[in-house]
């Protein structure tokens, strides 16, 4: 028997608890972050039908939350500063102001 999608979705603190605890090199924390990524692919997606903009939207504010997910892990703070700085960049570029200031706020905490 097939499992729902639904059924499949991975929760962000799953995914934080198999990364501080086990790293990304386990196996089993990599599945988790992978189907986290899916999820937001697909959730992106979804929400980024209705035109080129809402695509691209829907895009970045895919990437903040992936970014985010690795500013709150103990061992990955310079990935999520290196995403930060590329969505910042591509935010910019599309003029999404909002999502360039989220980058900089959270990139000012990891400053800190």
């Known amino acids: 028997m097939t499992e729902s999608f639904e059924q499949l979705k991975v929760t962000e603190e799953e995914v934080l608890d198999g990364l501080n605890r086990l790293g990304i ?11 986290f990524v899916l999820q937001l692919q697909a959730e992106s997606d979804t929400r980024g039908q209705e035109s080129g903009e809402a695509s691209a939207r829907a895009s970045l504010e895919a990437d903040f939350v992936l970014a985010s997910l690795y500013a709150k892990t103990d061992q990955y703070k310079d990935e999520a500063y290196t995403a930060l700085e590329q969505l910042f960049d591509q935010a910019s570029a599309h003029g999404f102001e909002d ?8 990139m000012d905490v990891l400053n800190q």
């Open 99 to 106: 999502i360039t200031q989220k980058a900089l706020d959270l």
């Open 25 to 35: 090199e386990d196996e089993s924390a990599k599945a988790l972050l992978d189907r």
